[in-house]
């Protein structure tokens, strides 16, 4: 802080900015998200304002429900088995040391935002939440823009070509929706 304007310094203006740019700025961790829609999910079944799931067979929710689980489990443990062989951080609070492109993440940019959504799916379907399924939707529209977007952003000022490069490749939620 300059004393005599009362406005921060140069330096501490650069220092701001350079730890803007060592880590991304997003909105909240993606399980804050995924587990903060069920939570709500939970709170909004409370007023009994929606109900499907008992149209379907107990045995059906429980197998999809598992399922979804599985599903969004291997995700997040494949990715995390990707960030520990290249030694970088998987916490968005640290700064990223490589672009992990191998394993998982050369089908998808994004595998561990797809399995925790996925995940808590399947635990809304297994808790017969169907509040909670609803709250997903808002929750990956967070997700995808309050993380996704943000760490792409960030991951662009820090690589530079290269994930621009790798954006190219591979595409962000494991599908493309446009023909090459």
Not at 50 to 62: E, G, H, L, T
Request: charged residues 15%.
């Amino acid at each position: 802080m300059d004393t005599s304007t009362g406005l921060p310094s140069a330096a501490a203006t650069d220092q701001s900015q350079r730890a803007r740019d060592e880590i991304p700025s997003i909105v909240a961790t993606g399980p804050w998200i995924a587990f903060a829609a069920l939570a709500f999910g939970l709170g909004f079944d409370a007023l009994h304002a929606v109900a499907m799931f008992k149209f379907v067979a107990p045995w059906i929710c429980n197998v999809a429900g598992l399922l979804l689980i599985a599903v969004g489990g291997w995700h997040i443990g494949c990715a995390a088995v990707v960030f520990n062989r290249t030694a970088t951080p998987s916490e968005p609070w640290r700064p990223a040391r490589v672009i992990a492109a191998q394993g998982i993440y050369a089908r998808t940019r994004n595998p561990v935002c797809q399995g925790l959504l996925i995940l808590v799916l399947g635990i809304a379907i297994l808790l017969r939440s169907e509040g909670s399924m609803l709250m997903l939707m808002p929750a990956a529209m967070v997700m995808h823009y309050g993380v996704v977007l943000r760490e792409e952003s960030y991951l662009q000022r820090r690589f530079g070509e290269t994930y621009r490069q790798y954006m190219a490749a591979v595409p962000r939620y494991g599908w493309r929706l446009k023909p090459r």
